[in-house]
Every structure is written in structure tokens, then in C-alpha cells.
């Protein structure tokens, strides 16, 4: 992997919009409070996390192509757009070619819901305006109708971990000149089909929507540079037995770390971090489960535990619920020596 | 490419399917998958899945909880797997594309938890086999291969997205081999949504027609096999193709519709030429994305000649969703075998079907089966949300 520096992080989670609502919260180091989610056919709601109204709405939501989008593409679009400030008019004036990826698990499932449940009782009567937002790709196309952006667009498909895949689809379009930059969101929306299920695998955990978003390019920013040094391999960890030797195998492929370094993890005592020697954070305990979002969410953390001078270095380890083992590294490329790892 | 497997409406496998994209063959019928009798649309391309799956690594639980988009990679990927004659060792990257994954089991899901909301029996199941990367999971244990999943879903043109960035990743070094393809199943959410929208036709699709009125979805799924050339030549590997080239683009004109001019289609084109390093002079044949709804083609037309300029006017191009249908995330990767077996066969694939071809195409649209010397094919995949993909090939000699 080619050298690849971050140039600005976004978030929009239950903490709020922006990322310096995401510091807060993970300062304070306290779960967040549950919010109800009506479930069909329950009396008791579901506890989740929801990504509180905007304090002002933000005015791209008045964009045509925004208006009647679902909430996933809210959050994405607002993430996004705080990673990458003032470079979107840049983006907009075709003076920069932007390459998106978007990651999730579960898209635009609260249409898809809708839709479905339409189609159940009528499918002559299901509602065309629906289904378009179905499809996992229209937070990405919204996104990049938006910002006038032509280039090249992935949505990747799949647990927390295809979040840090992201990173490196991205890193090999700055590498081979597909972008001039790229901006990676993970992004996930509330819904009770999701929080459903979601209990089906784990009765305590809380399902919480939202995005996060990392805008990267192949210089360093001139200010508070973060570089990301590594994407491990992803190691498959799809049975209970594997996953312990896919962790192992992936925290093989990083530094040993040090103290004062941070390792922000998408679960609590993973057996690999076991002689982590620096600070863990687990958001997951704070915000909730919320797949790809939750592991943009760790890596805007790491990035800004960086920026802020907290930390000179940060892993994000995830061992996503039923697909892979993978990390990513961040360094500040002033204070350490990169440990570059394809 | 050193190894190919493709499962539609044809049947399983190279040689059936070769001989229906060749001789033109049409494979539409009733759709028996779920009740289509309140909808306008009654017809898809349904495949008639084999009894039996190929010898494979899976438990016998395992196999039991397949269900049809993982049956139909499985059994593309298997035939790719047997053709290429790689080992398990070591790790394979994989790069699929789809668009609904298990979508079946999602609905079953919902059907479930609506009217028993109590009953959780078999929900965990469901829920574990309807997320898309299980069906990347699931060939890879079948296969016995470990390595990393990624799944594309950028709609129609997800399958030719995922093999361009399989391209990418061989072509950077960053993988000497690759095992990548789409794969997409007829569901019924989809099926419905389509015919909401009123893009499917109540009869056979004809692309390129004067008189077309939508497209007929169907289903199916390819696998190809990619190889870094001197891994492949190492191993004395029988090499069936060669891309060269790929673009991707995003038409940000609308969530469901092309640009009219196919600007963003044309950019797609123009980019896959220049990673090639070949005009349009170079291309011997053009599979169309070619769904039969009436924006798509105009807008792909449009495209197609401002891309081809004088060498449109002799230019053979075709639309095999006239055959097979449109298999969404799985239509780049069947076309892309669709052109390596013409490359291979030295045929271009008819459209039988075409009865008034649209005035506004110059080109030469393929109507009736031919030999042809062709050297090189170009493959355009469009999707909803704007997602253009087009990807080069080139006869291996």
C-alpha cells in the first residue's frame, strides 16, 4: 500500500452530529442513554440508539435528490460532507476527483421493510417511490449526485470489518490514480427488522444507526496529519472456533504496539489484545452495535484521538459478527516511523 | 482468465449456454418462483436448478440451509474452480457482486416476524444466510479456500465492478490470483419493485427495438477465474481470455434513469479504452447493457455512437439480455462470459428476437447467428443509482 493520509474525519451517531459530539461522548466514557423503537407485534419496544435531530437542519436535505432519501442516506451525506469540509466545492467545480465507497450491512433496510410489506399485502399497489431507495447503492448515488461527483463509487456489502475493506479499496484508487481523493463511510440506519434480528445473536446488544466517514488522500494534510499505515488481511472468522485464530493472525500483522498508543476495538477482551500494552477504548459498550457505521465511528476516534495529540498511534481492531477478523493502523507520520503492511 | 463457470436460463454450464448464446435461443417462461398473478409483468428467465450440486467441501447441514443464490454461485464457481485447476492452498481472494444476495430468505424473515412475532424458530438462520457476504462465505468452505470476502453491490453494474476491481487488484500485485464473478436470483421483492416502476415488459424483452417496452428479469450467476499471467504460464494453465481494460463512472443525472445523451456511459467507455490502450477501431464487438427499457437503450445508443464515431456504422453490437433476461448484479459477469466464449468460439451472439430495429442505432445490431473474426469485445454494465461499469476483453492466441 502506497502512503495514504487521512484529511478529515465526519460522524453522525446517538452522540449527535459531528465529530466533536463523538469525543464527548467517548470522554465520558458512559453508555448512552436507550431510546424505544416500536417493534409490530410486541407491546414492550425495542431499546436501540438513534442519532438524535440535528440541532439545525442541515440544508442539503432540501437537495432533490435528499428530500424523500431514508435515513442512511442522511447520516452518510452528513458525514460525509464534514470529512471533507471545503473540498466538496472543490469536488462540485470538477477540480477534484472524488472516489467514493460506502460501506454497510444492512443499507437502505427500513425501505426495503416498507417496500416488502407493501408488496405482501398488494404488489400492484407497492409504491415505485420506494423501491429505488432499496437498493444498497443509493446512499452512494445520492451522495454523489449531490456533490456533482462522476468518478468511481463502490458500495461494498458486509460485516463491521468490510468497513477497514473500504479503506484499502480506496488506498489502491489513490495508488493507481483512479481518484485525487476518496472518501470511505460506513453508514447504517434504525430499523426494528435490524434490531431484531440483531438480538437473535446477542440479547444484550443494542442496535444504533448512523455514519462515520474518513476523507483520504495520497499527501499528508499540511496540519494534523494522520496516516493510515495498514490494513491487515482480512482473516475469515465465520464459526466461534476460528475466530480467536483469525484475531490472532491479525494482530500478527501490526506492530506490538506501545504505551500511549490506542487501540480502539469492536468488542471487549479479545484473547489477541491481550498484552495490548497502551489505552483500549470499545464504543461499542457506549453507542451501541452499529456494524459498518460503528467501525467508521472507531476509526474517526482513533484518527482524532491523533489529531488531538491524545495518542501518536491507534489500531481499530474488528471482529465482525459473522465474516472477518481485520485491523487497520493510524499513525501520526510526524511522531512515529510508519510501519507501512499491505 | 484461466477458468469460467455460468449458471442461467440455458443451463448449467461452458457448453449449453455457449450454444444458446450462439444460436440465439430465447429461455423466458411463466415465473413459478412466487405468485406473480397480481402484477403486470408474468414472465422472467427462471432457472431450472440442477437436483444435484457439484462435489464440494460443505457438511451435509451446510448444504441444507443453501438456498438459491448460494446454490447458483456455487455452481458457477465450482466449474470455474474445476476449469482452472487451482489448489486450496493459500489465500484467494474473492470479489463477487450482487445486488439482493439471499433476498429470499429476508422476506421470509419479515413474513415470520409479522404474523408470529413470537416464533423465533429458524429466524437466526435466516438472518445468518440472507446477509450478503454469506454467499461469498459459503464458496469459499465449499471450495476450501480462506481469504478475503468483498461483495459490490452497485446494482446492474455490480458483477462488472467486482471483476474490474479483481483486475485491479491482480494488476497491482496485490493478489496473483483472484476468484470473481456476480451472482443474483429472481426474488420477489425485486421482481415487484421492477414492475412498480413499470420498466418490465409483459412479453420477452427486445432490446434495440423500435417497439421495446421494458425488460425481463431473470437470474443466474458466472464465476471467473483471474490470474496473474506469469503465475498462469508457470503453471502451464490453459488461458481462455485476457481483459485489458476497465472504466467505472457515476451518472449522477437521476436515481433510476441514464443521462438521455449517455454521458456518463460514454465516460465510462472512454475510460476503459484508455486503460486498454485501444480505439474504438480496436473493438471487434460490443455486448450492451441493452435492458429494453426505452431510456436505457436510447441513452446507451447515444453513448455507443459518440464512443464509436465513423467505426459505429460497421460496429456488430448485441443486447444477450434478449436470451437470458437481465440478472442484475449478475449481468456483468455472464456477459463477460458471454464475450470470452465469442472470443474463444469466433461467433457473435444473435438477438433472434429483434423484429423493428431502432431507427436511432447505427450500428450493426447482431440479429441472426454468425461466425466472426474477433480479436477484442467491450462489455457495458449500467446501473441503477448511476453505477457504469464497462470492462474490455481480448482473444487469447
Same mark, same amino acid.
Request: proline share 8%.
Given at each position: 500500500m502506497s502512503r495514504v493520509f487521512v484529511h478529515g474525519q465526519g460522524a453522525v451517531s446517538p452522540a449527535g452530529w459531528g465529530v466533536t459530539a463523538l469525543r464527548a461522548c467517548l470522554n465520558n466514557a458512559r453508555p448512552l442513554p436507550l431510546q424505544s423503537l416500536a417493534r409490530p407485534g410486541w407491546d414492550k419496544p425495542l431499546a436501540v440508539r438513534i442519532v438524535p435531530p440535528p440541532p439545525v437542519r442541515p440544508a442539503?436535505?432540501?437537495?432533490p435528490r435528499l428530500r424523500r432519501a431514508s435515513p442512511i442516506t442522511h447520516y452518510a451525506v452528513g458525514a460525509a460532507l464534514e470529512a471533507l469540509g471545503t473540498d466538496a466545492d472543490l469536488i462540485r467545480s470538477g477540480g477534484l476527483r472524488l472516489g467514493i465507497v460506502t460501506c454497510t450491512l444492512t443499507g437502505g433496510i427500513s425501505y426495503s421493510r416498507r417496500f416488502y410489506e407493501e408488496v405482501m399485502q398488494n404488489p400492484a399497489t407497492a409504491s415505485p417511490m420506494i423501491f429505488p431507495e432499496t437498493v444498497f447503492n443509493s446512499s452512494a448515488s445520492h451522495l454523489a449526485a449531490y456533490l456533482g461527483s462522476p468518478a468511481i463509487n463502490y458500495t461494498l456489502v458486509g460485516d463491521a470489518g468490510t468497513y477497514l475493506q473500504g479503506l484499502a479499496v480506496a488506498a489502491g484508487w489513490l495508488d493507481n490514480g483512479l481518484a485525487d481523493a476518496c472518501i470511505v463511510i460506513g453508514a447504517e440506519e434504525p430499523e426494528w427488522s435490524a434490531a431484531d434480528a440483531l438480538r437473535l445473536f446477542d440479547r444484550r446488544a443494542v442496535h444504533a444507526s448512523g455514519a462515520g466517514a474518513l476523507y483520504l488522500k495520497a499527501l499528508p494534510a499540511a496540519a494534523a496529519p494522520v496516516e493510515l499505515a495498514a490494513v491487515t488481511d482480512s482473516f475469515a472468522a465465520t464459526r466461534a472456533p476460528d475466530r480467536q485464530e483469525a484475531a490472532r493472525q491479525m494482530r500478527a500483522q501490526l506492530p506490538a504496539g506501545a504505551p500511549g498508543e490506542l487501540l480502539c476495538a +469492536?468488542? =471487549?477482551?479479545n484473547p489477541a489484545w491481550k498484552d495490548w500494552p497502551g489505552e483500549l477504548l470499545t464504543p461499542v459498550g457506549i453507542l451501541g452495535e452499529a456494524f459498518a457505521a460503528g467501525a467508521a465511528w472507531q476509526c474517526v476516534a482513533v484518527c482524532d484521538a491523533i489529531q488531538q495529540s491524545r495518542c501518536a498511534a491507534g489500531n481499530v481492531s474488528i471482529t465482525g459478527q459473522s465474516m472477518q477478523a481485520i485491523a487497520a493502523r493510524f499513525v501520526n507520520p510526524k511522531s512515529l516511523k510508519p510501519q507501512t503492511r499491505t | 482468465m484461466t477458468g469460467a463457470g455460468v449458471i442461467t436460463a440455458f443451463g448449467a454450464g461452458w457448453k449449453i449456454n455457449a450454444d444458446g448464446f450462439r444460436s440465439g435461443r430465447t429461455a423466458f417462461?411463466?415465473?413459478?418462483?412466487?405468485?406473480? +398473478?397480481? *402484477?403486470?409483468c408474468k414472465i422472467g428467465a427462471e432457472i431450472e436448478l440442477p437436483a444435484d450440486l457439484p462435489p %464440494?467441501?460443505?457438511?451435509r447441514g451446510d448444504l441444507r440451509r443453501l438456498q438459491r443464490a448460494s446454490r447458483l454461485l456455487l455452481l458457477a464457481g465450482a466449474e470455474a474452480w474445476n476449469q482452472t485447476?487451482?489448489?486450496?492452498a493459500g489465500r484467494l481472494p474473492m470479489v463477487l457482486g450482487t445486488? +439482493?444476495?439471499?433476498?429470499c430468505l429476508g422476506q421470509e424473515y419479515l413474513r415470520q416476524a409479522l404474523r408470529t412475532p413470537f416464533e423465533f424458530k429458524r429466524q437466526a438462520e435466516r438472518v445468518t444466510h440472507y446477509l450478503v457476504q454469506q454467499q461469498g462465505i459459503n464458496l469459499a468452505n465449499a471450495l476450501g479456500v480462506e481469504g478475503e470476502v468483498i461483495t459490490i453491490s %452497485?446494482? =446492474?453494474a455490480s458483477g462488472a465492478n467486482a471483476i474490474g476491481y479483481a483486475w485491479q487488484l491482480v494488476g497491482q500485485g496485490r493478489a496473483d490470483r483472484v476468484l470473481t464473478g456476480g451472482y443474483d436470483a429472481l426474488c420477489h421483492l425485486t421482481f415487484a419493485g421492477f414492475d412498480t416502476l413499470q420498466?418490465?415488459?409483459?412479453?420477452p424483452c427486445r432490446p434495440f427495438d423500435a417497439g421495446r417496452d421494458g425488460l425481463t428479469l431473470g437470474e443466474g450467476a458466472a464465476v471467473l477465474a483471474l490470474e496473474e499471467l506469469g503465475s498462469a504460464e508457470r503453471r502451464g494453465a490453459e488461458i481462455l481470455?485476457?481483459?485489458l481494460g476497465y472504466g467505472a463512472t457515476m451518472d449522477t443525472h437521476h436515481l433510476t434513469q441514464p443521462q438521455p445523451e449517455g454521458t456518463a456511459a460514454l465516460a465510462a467507455m472512454q475510460a476503459a479504452c484508455a486503460s486498454a490502450g485501444?480505439?474504438?477501431?480496436?473493438?471487434?464487438y460490443v455486448n450492451a447493457h441493452?435492458?429494453?427499457t426505452p431510456q436505457n437503450d436510447t441513452a446507451e445508443t447515444a453513448a455507443i455512437q459518440a464512443w464509436a464515431g465513423a467505426r459505429a456504422a460497421t460496429l456488430p453490437v448485441s443486447s444477450t439480455k434478449a436470451g437470458i433476461g437481465h440478472l442484475l448484479g449478475a449481468a456483468g459477469a455472464v456477459e463477460a462470459v458471454v464475450c470470452l466464449m465469442a472470443l474463444r468460439g469466433q461467433w457473435l451472439p444473435p438477438?433472434?428476437?429483434? *423484429?423493428?430495429?431502432?431507427?436511432?442505432?447505427r450500428f450493426q445490431i447482431v440479429r441472426q447467428p454468425m461466425a466472426a473474426k474477433i480479436q477484442t469485445a467491450l462489455s457495458n454494465s449500467f446501473g441503477f443509482g448511476g453505477s457504469n461499469a464497462t470492462l474490455i476483453f481480448r482473444r487469447w492466441l
Open positions: 442539503y436535505l432540501g437537495h +469492536s468488542e =471487549c477482551g | 417462461r411463466p415465473v413459478t418462483l412466487f405468485d406473480v +398473478s397480481r *402484477q403486470r %464440494n467441501r460443505l457438511s485447476g487451482w489448489t486450496a445486488t +439482493s444476495g439471499e433476498m %452497485n446494482a =446492474c420498466a418490465l415488459s409483459p412479453t481470455g485476457e481483459i485501444v480505439t474504438p477501431e480496436g473493438i471487434d441493452g435492458t429494453a438477438e433472434t428476437s429483434l *423484429q423493428t430495429p431502432d431507427p436511432a442505432c
